[in-house]
């Protein structure tokens, strides 16, 4: 890769205390995002995807915490940063949106004064400036007749004006880095398609980089350049979008693939993963995908696989592509099967 | 909003009937003959009947009632029957006392319980927390006579820094105020700590600090906005128990206000004063209560205005 890397994320660690235990929710994650691209962050519910887009900007509620690693947003460490670089940059050059639209909007202000908010600490702008801004902002995001809506109350809109309004709110700064997490799991099919279709086009306009986290493969091969997939607070496969659909090498990415709808497949076809994720207060010690890994053996289930390079395309986390592999050599000779 | 506050006017109007009916009723049904207690234990039967038929005693009670009505309505409640004296004259300057000493108390009581509830909550489990909500429970279980006997004992006789009766001076004001807030106080603080708490936690509160706003920003503006909505309909219901604090309050430190005067004139059977306070003090309760169905709705935009 020869571009310009915006964001370096080394080996995070992010656990949260409770009665003395530490549960791992990101337990050492790494990825690299060009200026510009799109990563996916890709993953069941519970594989530490919302906690990782957290702790790029600290914002973790107590018992969480940052136990290591690095976030390096253009060759700052952002693990390191004060409390008012880390202020600084919220909102301003990193914006987040969020899974849950209903409730992100602060319900006793309209949306032109949250807006307006931000607008005013990053840039100072008055009342006025942030209203013509506010328009202008709610417009770019195709919401009809700015004019009225920026005077409304967020109960006053449906759940994917809100999310647009989150939107418009996260680019009101022209941020660099635009960390969308699961925009559009709580919307109906056809606002998540527009949403999308909203991101997609604005990253384009405004340049922005952006990570898309999602546990749906289908919303990975629309946005993203680039995916990594999470098992157990872990990357477990990354590489390029066209490698990951076209030559998947990880039984759990194979795993996600063989369990999306395709309109030219029966869904009685369709194979869910069997079983369901490991709590973090009991993951397996070797692999974390070994009880649901349908090639799991004996190494598996004692050693933590390495993420290494398997191809020049993908870095994998799996004990198949390695030398002591000590399982069916036909599995390493052709790889997890996509059956669909 | 201008509708909503004429139309919960309106509604007033049978709240306030009800109330006539409760105070006419009350007063008429107790046994004791007013005009004896006018005239006298010794006074001769003729005089009594006469003090009777004066009063309107003799008339059917629908009539007494009309006439009441009338009273009410007109905002005359004609003279004393115990001292003769216009009621007005008689009420008002009791009413203000009294009126200051729930205002006061009122205020003392948001004052300390906001400030306290929000100290407790942005500092779950400190030191600060639990001995906040400590002193709270204390606050919580204690009688305010008894509160206020105890603060006399010490600032008044054992200190000798205030004194031990009366309304007026600042110094006379702080026990009352004190006594008859604390309990508003304590309630304040519980609700305010465990509302913020619930806010603090909410995805609106994540966005404000992912907008980058100081934390102080975020509380303040944020979070307390949305706390406040449950801790005003408490603060509308403790001023009804704050009313009727007032009264003990009164006579722990013999202020000379409404609860004495009610009290003394139930006793005389003085129907024209005790009828117009009690309704005075309705009025003041249904007003107060009116003055937080608005500030609810003006804090929670989520409630639409009918
Ligand atoms: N407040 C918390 N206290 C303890 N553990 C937590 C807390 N928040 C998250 N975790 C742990 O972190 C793990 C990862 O959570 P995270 O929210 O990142 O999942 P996710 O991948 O975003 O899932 P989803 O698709 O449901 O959003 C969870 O399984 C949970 O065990
Ligand atoms: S390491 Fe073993 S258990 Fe884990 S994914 Fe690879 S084959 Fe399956
Ligand atoms: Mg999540």
Redesign the pocket.
């Known amino acids: 890769m020869s571009e310009e890397i915006i964001l370096d994320v080394k080996d995070l660690r992010t656990s949260?205390f409770?009665d003395d235990f530490e549960?791992k929710?990101?337990d050492g994650v790494s990825f690299k995002l060009p200026k510009g691209k799109t990563i996916g962050i890709v993953?069941?519910?519970?594989?530490?995807?919302?906690?990782?887009a957290l702790s790029i900007l600290r914002l973790l509620?107590k018992?969480?915490k940052i136990v290591g690693g690095e976030i390096n947003f253009k060759g700052n460490d952002l693990t390191k940063a004060s409390e008012q670089e880390i202020r600084s940059i919220r909102g301003n050059e990193i914006s987040m949106i969020f899974?849950e639209p209903m409730t992100s909007l602060n319900p006793v202000y309209t949306v032109g004064q949250q807006i307006r908010e931000t607008l005013k600490v990053h840039q100072g702008l008055g009342k006025e400036q942030g209203m013509e801004k506010g328009v202008e902002l709610l417009k770019l995001v195709g919401i009809p007749s700015p004019q009225e809506r920026i005077k409304q109350y967020p109960h006053e809109l449906s759940g994917g004006m809100r999310q647009r309004v989150m939107i418009a709110m996260a680019l009101a700064c022209n941020p660099e880095l635009l960390i969308a997490?699961?925009p559009t799991t709580a919307l109906d099919v056809t606002i998540q398609a527009q949403i999308l279709e909203l991101i997609n086009e604005l990253q384009e306009e405004l340049g922005m980089s952006v990570i898309m986290?999602t546990?749906d493969m289908g919303v990975v091969a629309e946005t993203c350049d680039y995916v990594a997939v999470?098992y157990g607070?872990k990357v477990v496969e990354y590489a390029d979008v066209k490698t990951i659909f076209k030559d998947p090498k990880h039984p759990y990415t194979v795993g996600l693939l063989n369990s999306i709808p395709r309109h030219d497949i029966d869904v009685d076809e369709l194979e869910p993963i069997r079983g369901s994720?490991p709590?973090?207060k009991n993951m397996p010690n070797g692999c974390r995908f070994a009880p649901r890994c349908p090639f799991a053996t004996d190494l598996c289930m004692e050693e933590l696989p390495d993420l290494g390079d398997v191809s020049d395309e993908n870095l994998v986390r799996c004990w198949i592509y390695s030398e002591r592999w000590d399982g069916d050599p036909e599995v390493k000779e052709h790889g997890p099967k996509r059956t669909t | 909003m201008f509708q909503f506050i004429v139309r919960r006017l309106f509604q007033l109007i049978p709240v306030l009937l009800g109330v006539t009916i409760l105070v006419f009723s009350l007063m008429h049904l107790s046994p004791g003959n007013p005009a004896h207690i006018i005239a006298g234990e010794s006074a001769p039967e003729s005089t009594v009947q006469q003090i009777e038929e004066r009063l309107g005693l003799n008339d059917p009670i629908p009539v007494q009632y009309a006439n009441f009505l009338k009273d009410v309505v007109t905002l005359d409640f004609g003279n004393s029957w115990r001292t003769s004296l216009p009621v007005s004259t008689e009420l008002w300057p009791k009413f203000w006392v009294t009126f200051e000493l729930a205002i006061y108390s009122t205020i003392f009581s948001i004052f300390l319980g906001l400030i306290a509830g929000i100290i407790s909550a942005v500092r779950q489990y400190s030191v600060a927390d639990v001995s906040i909500m400590l002193v709270a429970l204390f606050g919580l279980s204690m009688p305010n006579f008894w509160l206020g006997l105890m603060l006399m004992q010490w600032f008044s006789i054992n200190l000798g820094w205030l004194p031990p009766t009366g309304w007026g001076t600042p110094e006379q004001i702080i026990m009352p105020v004190f006594t008859l807030g604390t309990m508003g106080a304590a309630v304040i603080a519980r609700m305010t700590r465990s509302s913020m708490l619930d806010v603090i936690t909410q995805d609106y509160i994540r966005t404000a600090r992912a907008k980058g706003l100081k934390e102080k920003v975020v509380i303040y503006r944020h979070a307390l906005k949305n706390a406040l909505i449950p801790v005003v309909t408490v603060v509308g219901l403790q001023f009804g128990g704050l009313l009727a604090g007032a009264v003990l309050t009164e006579s722990v430190f013999a202020i000379n206000g409404m609860g004495k005067l009610v009290v003394d004139r139930i006793l005389a059977r003085d129907f024209p004063v005790v009828q117009a306070a009690v309704l005075v003090m309705a009025v003041v309760f249904v007003f107060v209560n009116l003055i937080v169905d608005v500030s609810y709705k003006f804090l929670n935009k989520r409630i639409d205005l009918d």
């Open positions: 949260f409770v549960v929710a990101v993953g069941e519910s519970g594989s530490g995807k919302s906690i990782t509620e018992p969480g899974q997490d699961e986290i546990h999470m607070g994720v709590s973090p």
